[in-house]
T-cell receptor
């Protein structure tokens, strides 16, 4: 059974600081996604990581994937208040083509950026 | 292009009542999913469908039913609502499990309270 764990679950940051959110998963997968969710809103896709060593960057966020360690990171550089949200990683079920695109989500990391 | 449309956005049900959560997509996606999100938790898969007439259970299917008579629509039925079904429900769709780079498109969610 695929299990996905994020840490930390809560992250309070000062503006301008750097931090990393970690996403560990338990079984082999060929796809990992990062999503952002604002309070009361739906999920917005941030990054799609499909291969070992993949690195994607958008603004102050950078995501990476190490499939051998079964670990993805979401690094925040020089945080700003607008980044306050909940961040989820989601890992694809890898079942030889019969996964049907199913994802298992981490618990989410609630990020709050303070002035 | 509307994407994934969910209705209603909010609903309060009494214990034992039934209702149908509607989900429609206009992207000609084959794969559709229902997830529930409990407070402070990640999303859990309820049911999914890989095409019209084909559905299967996810991680937490008890108390729910689905049907998929067309490519566009994937309604979720709650029979005999219970307080444990109080949650936010998200419908999502994807083009193909073989094209993971596109990921999911999520609806805006239905916030359901059972009292």
């Amino acid at each position: 059974e695929l299990k996905v764990e994020q840490n930390p679950l809560f992250l309070s940051m000062q503006e301008g600081k750097n931090y990393t959110i970690y996403c560990n998963y338990s079984t082999t997968s060929d796809r990992l996604y990062w999503y952002r969710q604002d309070p009361g809103k739906s999920l917005e896709s941030l990054f799609v990581l499909l291969s070992n060593g993949a690195v994607k960057q958008e603004g102050r966020l950078m995501a990476s994937l190490d499939t051998k360690a079964r670990l993805s990171t979401l690094h925040i550089t020089a945080a700003v208040h607008d980044l306050s949200a909940t961040y989820f990683c989601a890992v694809g079920h890898n079942a030889g083509g019969t996964s049907y695109g199913k994802l298992t989500f981490g618990q989410g990391t609630i990020l709050t950026v303070h002035p | 292009n509307a994407g994934v449309t969910q209705t209603p956005k909010f609903r309060i049900l009494k214990i034992g009542q039934s209702m149908t959560l509607q989900c429609a997509q206009d992207m000609n996606h084959n794969y559709m999913y229902w997830y529930r999100q409990d407070p402070g938790m990640g999303l859990k898969l309820i049911y999914y469908s890989v095409g019209a007439g084909i559905t299967d259970k996810g991680e937490v299917p008890n108390g729910y039913n689905v049907s998929r008579s067309t490519t566009e629509d994937f309604p979720l039925r709650l029979e005999l609502a219970a307080p444990s079904q109080t949650s936010v429900y998200f419908c999502a769709s994807s083009y193909s499990a073989a094209e993971p780079r596109y990921g999911y498109t999520f609806g805006s969610g239905t916030r359901l309270t059972v009292v």
